[in-house]
């Protein structure tokens, strides 16, 4: 029997799959938009509430040892998740997909508000990233459908709008609820806001979809890219500090990654409708800039997850302050990111976007190393705008160009693809940074205070808040911020070099006209036509 099961798929949207994108009129565009902004700051909040929270979260359930795994599960989930999700959206209602991963995240997020144990909130972080997944391609996919890649620039302005209160109302209540309430809060708030989300979309969303056919589910290709997945973000995870390298813990999952990649690769080749399409890497375009966007993953995840840890632990910043201290960062983002959009679309010249930010992202990153105990926060602000800037320059070419390289119908398994790539390379730059950001930091104390730095780096009796360390005598406070110092530095500093990887990348990626261009310049030459017939008359 196939692993691949035949549905007769069945659509309730009413109007048909357009032939191109692009028919759809403005007015149309921000209706449905309305619905994925909503969704959209569903997700950023959901990140900028809880990144305040965790070094509040880590110290209460489990210990300094457990803070990779709160965000790697919800990333790992994410990447497993973003190519089912992609491709179920290219076989079905794209608005029953999307809102069916709005109600995972829900669940997800009301029961990791009543964790009680690091493993029950790793696990129930995982049920939240398993919808996470859904939305973020959901998002992109839907977006690309119903909007050119030469248009798609001026709408992103308005999907970037929701960012400022993002940035500005995640850390004020994040910080704010762990300050004055229960961090648990800051995964409830989640729930009015979905249930908004919902009924907007189910109101205003009007998709066109795929005409009524046969469709397969690959089945195997989804449960083989859990398995190599998760072997994988464990070996980086575990590997030199649970186990060593050599133990046979780590080589049997070194071996299952390997197996099961191939194995992954094999049975995408041979799938009728494979979950990822092997064939739009033969794009160069779209290989060039899924890379890019894995290495973007990397630096990003890899270092941002660790900052509020210095914030808090070094300069003395609440959880509320350490929130408000990211928002350099995202305003870098956010500028960035709609002139780089705005330009695109007038001109659909990108090429020199991917350069230039792959090289502004590595500068902020190599100043984000140089963090010291007396770093201000005015200093470190600046170094964060920096990086912001090179972000901007990256996260939305590497979806347009990526999206512009493949045909319309494999729209939701290519975004699908580059988001779990891009998370790919998230979750094994939080496993990887949060080992060495460990290791660093009980290497740094155990110097520091000989017999007490592995006792004092878990927690002791497994609680070491910000605010329990700030009532330790002086000396202690001194040693562990020394270490934090030298764990995030080193973070910072190995992201820096991953990120040289980028700036040879995008040297490669081509100028190729966007779709959607052509319609631009019809219009242009009537316009102009019609200016010379009236001045003709005149």
């Known amino acids: 029997m196939s692993a691949n099961t035949e549905l007769d798929t069945r659509h309730t949207d009413s109007q048909p799959e357009p ?31 809880v990144s305040p929270a965790l070094p509040t979260i880590v110290g209460e359930l489990g210990g300094l040892e457990h803070l990779s795994w709160v965000t790697t599960a919800y990333i790992l989930a994410t990447t497993s998740a973003t190519l089912i999700w992609g491709k179920l959206g290219d076989l079905f209602s794209r608005k029953t997909m999307f809102m069916s991963s709005i109600v995972i995240f829900l669940i997800g997020s009301a029961l990791s508000g009543q964790s009680h144990t690091m493993t029950e909130l790793i696990g129930f972080r995982a049920i939240q990233g398993i919808g996470a997944g859904g939305l973020m391609v959901g998002v992109m996919s839907i977006m690309a459908v119903i909007i050119p890649p030469a248009e798609r620039g001026k709408y992103t302005g308005y999907m970037m709008s929701v960012m400022p209160v993002a940035m500005i109302g995640g850390p004020l209540v994040g910080g704010f609820i762990t300050d004055h309430y229960s961090w648990r809060w800051t995964f409830y708030v989640n729930l009015p806001l979905g249930a908004i989300a919902l009924a907007v979309i189910a ?73 990822l399409p092997l064939d739009v890497f033969r794009n160069v375009n779209f290989t060039l800039s899924t890379t890019l966007a894995f290495i973007v993953g990397f630096a990003l995840f890899g270092g941002m997850v660790f900052l509020p840890q210095f914030q808090q632990y070094v300069q003395g910043a609440s959880a509320t302050n350490s929130g408000l201290l990211l928002l350099p960062l995202m305003l870098g983002v956010m500028v960035m990111s709609m002139a780089s959009g705005q330009i695109v679309s007038r001109t659909g010249k990108y090429r020199v976007f991917p350069i230039v930010g792959s090289v502004i992202m590595t500068v902020g990153l190599a100043l984000m190393a140089t963090f010291a105990i007396d770093t201000s926060r005015t200093t470190s602000a600046i170094y964060m705008v920096v990086l912001g800037l090179g972000m901007g320059c990256l996260m939305q070419i590497t979806s347009l160009i990526g999206q512009n390289s493949v045909a319309i119908k494999d729209i939701g398994a290519a975004t699908g693809a580059q988001t779990f790539i891009r998370s790919m390379g998230g979750s094994i730059g939080v496993s990887l940074m949060g080992s060495l950001y460990s290791s660093r930091l009980v290497a740094s104390l155990s110097e520091q205070l000989p017999g007490a730095g592995d006792k004092l780096a878990s927690g002791g009796s497994g609680t070491l808040t910000p605010a329990t360390l700030h009532a330790m005598p002086a000396a202690v406070q001194n040693a562990f911020k020394v270490a934090v110092t030298h764990g995030i530095t080193g973070v910072f ?40 017939g009236a001045a003709a008359l005149g």
């Open 19 to 49: 032939a191109a994108p692009g028919r759809l009129s403005h007015r149309q565009i921000l209706t449905i938009m309305s619905g994925l902004i909503i969704a959209m700051l569903l997700a950023q909040l959901d990140n900028m509430i």
């Open 203 to 275: 109101l205003t969303m009007k998709l066109p979809v795929p005409p009524r056919a046969q469709a397969t589910i690959d089945w195997l290709g989804a449960a083989l890219v859990v398995v190599w997945t998760t072997s994988l973000v464990l070996v980086t995870s575990w590997g030199g500090t649970q186990y060593a390298w050599s133990s046979p813990t780590i080589m049997s999952l070194i071996g299952l990654t390997v197996v099961g990649f191939v194995a992954f690769l094999f049975a995408e080749s041979r799938a009728a409708q494979p979950i």
């Open 493 to 532: 500093f190995w992201s820096a070099v991953a990120s040289i990887a980028g700036i040879v990348v995008s040297l490669f990626i081509k100028q190729v006209a966007l779709r959607g261009i052509e319609v631009k310049q019809a219009a242009h030459d009537k316009s102009v036509e019609q200016g010379d």
